[in-house]
């Protein structure tokens, strides 16, 4: 019994734009679904009731922090993530694959899996394929990521080439490893979902897709874009990835993005997306809005008593000002970044449930246009692909 | 007309504690009460919401630190601190008077006031009392203070006499001052609250006292003590001052304290409380707890999936593991500030909500014995006196 579920709601009729529902034992996602990423069990300076409170269905997890620290076999015995960290919504983990070569100058990788060294203590670690879902398992997500061998860009075509073959090899045994854990009576209701590499090459892209097809993920995502690559490459691979995917399978794009790349990404078929920059810029004192970053140290806001963006509902612009949000950076006080963290989700949540209202209503390209008309894109925002904070 | 008043509810027939009520413009506040500081017009890692839930019913402002980040002025025209930090119940406002001779190395002080340089960018200022009246004035706090010239301890009977004669002198002028501003129209509902000195020598706090009943304040705080001066000392003067307030007047025992200490000051008829040790404690992963003090950081929580405390009503214990509030501290989670935050200012809150159960039934010194027996007093927490954190 496979308690996994996507259903297709909507299709626009002038886009590839869709709306969805994806079922998971821990209940319903929306698509389009931004998912805040709460590297370390945490979305950073938010409890698991402010992430409900901004209206948060499923969140991510990342493997390689977790299972850095407390551990998988900890939060095992607490009765899994949701458990742990009290969220009772959706989760998605990463497989740590991202974290393993972003976070480490040295790792060895070979066909059995990857080495590294812990970033925290300097330990020597294995990463295989069959060890990484084993505990994703104990970590007990709803939705679960084969370990990939993620590329950077530049990539030469060889390197890229070399990573795929591993990739899909990787794909294949972490299938493996996942349904003899079910068979074992573990966790039997997470989804497993492929991951597409093929860094900035076409007929990698390709390649990549058809080998994952061939294992019949029930979700697949697109990985190892907006990596500094430039903004049409993007959206070609976006495209050709999407071409290769199932109608009826869920898409989510990795580690993207901005809020004109994510609607972007949602016209083109995109139904899930995950990115640090909400939550990290935010700490940074730059807010998201709908007319773009708004920096909420400069001194114009010092005697600004209106809220960030007046038309939010988010519970941050209701109480207040941009004058005193800009004190709390100044003065360095903590709730500063929490507050600034709960208006920028918040945007995020309701950019994504504006988008499928238009979905619904058959006016998603009038929104998208409208959208993009104010939006006011920052190229800083464009490079900062990266999936933990 | 002054909209300040106090009501006294119910008298402990068997000690001195007693309920009763402060009526402000911002509401009424039942005592006695504990105030949580909010320094730079922030509980520290908490929202005005936070505070409400928690059931703070007042809080505390610094007139030195808002004047001088963002301004007394900026905080006018926001329309004042309540409005500024989102806080529509009562705040009191310090003068100012313990910061300038606790954060500065260098000041100078005259009969006309105290010059100090600031502690953020060594600009010089003045003091006088009728400028920290002025300031409190715009800031619009429901209780202000006189400014004082605290001594700290040890202190020799000469210094500390020389200090009581300024600050009963300045007591006059900020009397005076508050008047002049009411005549002018400015907010003429806040009341001005006198302040005790005379360090840890009987006969100064008596003549201290007795200047300040002169002026009739409709509340006096009890400065300068837990300064590191015995406990015996400490609630000897407690008495003595006490003994020197008429009945019906408001008694606040400024920055005390730990719990078994406050509790004790109830029974001796003190009506507030403020301090920092709650929140700065909680900062450092030291959390109250009606056994004492738990370090939550301490290997021994590292598997302990319940809460800090199975009989706290707060929502961090309703929600959280003493395992995960230590993995959020344990990982640098701003988050974990916050929580642990929530914890100790609801345990506070809950203390002085239990203390009034007990004297409405006549029931407070079994009560207050049974407290006693049951917490474990922290030697480090009782040299914490500080008004801002």
């Known amino acids: 019994m496979n308690s996994f579920e996507f259903r297709i709601v909507k299709k626009d009729k002038n886009s590839k734009a869709r709306v969805g529902v994806i079922k998971t034992p821990h209940g319903e996602v929306s698509t389009p679904v931004f998912m805040p990423v709460g590297t370390q069990a945490s979305v950073k300076t938010l409890s698991s009731e402010d992430l409900k409170e901004i209206g948060a269905e499923m969140i991510l997890g990342n493997t390689y922090h977790l299972y850095l ?15 742990f960290m009290s969220w009772d919504r959706p989760i998605l983990t990463d497989s740590g694959g991202f974290q393993v070569f972003s976070l480490n100058s040295l790792t060895k990788t070979s066909e059995e899996g990857v080495r590294f060294q812990s970033h925290l203590d300097g330990s020597y670690h294995l990463f295989t394929p069959e060890k990484v879902i084993e505990i994703q398992h104990a970590l007990g997500g709803d939705i679960i990521m084969v370990l990939d061998e993620p590329v950077f860009y530049p990539c030469s075509f060889e390197q890229a080439e070399r990573a795929n073959q591993l990739t899909s090899n990787w794909a294949k045994r972490c299938e493996q490893a996942h349904k003899e854990l079910k068979n074992k009576g573990f966790k039997h209701s997470q989804a497993l979902f492929g991951i597409i590499q093929g860094s900035t090459y076409p007929e990698l892209r ?24 430039p903004k049409t490459t993007t959206f070609e691979m976006v495209d050709l990835c999407i071409s290769c995917i199932p109608d009826e399978k869920p898409r989510y794009l990795m580690g993207v993005g901005t809020p004109d790349d994510m609607v972007e990404a949602v ?30 140290k400069n001194s114009e806001y010092a005697e600004d008593f209106s809220p960030i963006d007046p038309e939010c509902g988010c519970s941050v612009c ?15 006080e903590v709730s500063a970044l929490r507050l600034a963290t709960i208006h920028s989700l918040y945007f995020y949540m309701d950019l994504m449930r504006v988008a499928k209202e238009a979905i619904l209503k058959d006016s998603f390209l009038e929104w998208k246009t409208e ?13 900062n692909n990266s999936r933990s904070n």
């Not at 551990?71 to 607490?78: N, S």
């Not at 390649?207 to 874009?225: C, E, Q, R, T, V």
């Open 69 to 83: 620290r407390p551990g998988d076999q900890l939060i095992q015995k607490a009765g899994g993530l949701h458990k």
């Open 206 to 229: 390709k390649n990549s897709a058809d080998a994952l097809m061939k294992l019949d993920f029930p979700g697949y995502a697109i990985g190892g874009l907006s990596l500094g690559e």
């Open 267 to 296: 016209s083109r078929g995109i139904d899930m997306f995950d990115c640090v920059l909400p939550t990290r810029n935010a700490r940074n004192a730059s807010l998201f809005t709908r007319f773009g970053r708004l920096i909420i």
């Open 318 to 332: 209701k109480n207040y000002s941009r004058a005193y949000l800009r004190h709390l950076f100044n003065t360095g």
């Open 371 to 383: 959208f993009l008309r104010e939006y006011q894109s920052d190229e800083k925002d464009e490079q």
